[in-house]
Nanobody, 113 residues
Framework: QVQLVESGGGLVQPGGSLRLSCAASGSFFSSTVMGWHRQAPGKQRELVAAITPGGRTTYTDSVKDRFTLSRDNAKNTVYLQMNSLKPEDTAVYYC???????WGQGTQVTVSS
């Protein structure tokens, strides 16, 4: 059974930074696309960023040049470095793996002064 465990969320002031981590169980990790999604209150869940097994990344326009997604295949972990955070980044952030479609439990990110 695949499990994804997220960590790193919290409360941060506008302009601040956070790093989210998503640790995966299973041997499939290095061969699958991993993604971070977010869902703000009253809004649909959206894809924030994704990374291929080889490390190629894509980002939604609103986070380009502020967020950086990376992966460590030896640790079965992906990292989302979030800089210059804005109040509109406030959401629950979810990790997802594409092989089996498993979601993590989500981690709350709140950007507020």
């Amino acid at each position: 059974q695949v499990q994804l465990v997220e960590s790193g969320g919290g409360l941060v002031q506008p302009g601040g930074s956070l790093r989210l981590s998503c640790a995966a169980s299973g041997s499939f990790f290095s061969s699958t696309v991993m993604g971070w999604h977010r869902q703000a209150p009253g809004k649909q869940r959206e894809l924030v960023a994704a990374i291929t097994p080889g490390g190629r990344t894509t980002y939604t326009d609103s986070v380009k040049d502020r967020f950086t997604l990376s992966r460590d295949n030896a640790k079965n972990t992906v990292y989302l470095q979030m800089n210059s955070l804005k109040p509109e980044d406030t959401a629950v952030y979810y990790c997802r793996e594409n092989r089996y479609g498993t979601w993590g439990q989500g981690t709350q990110v709140t950007v507020s002064s």
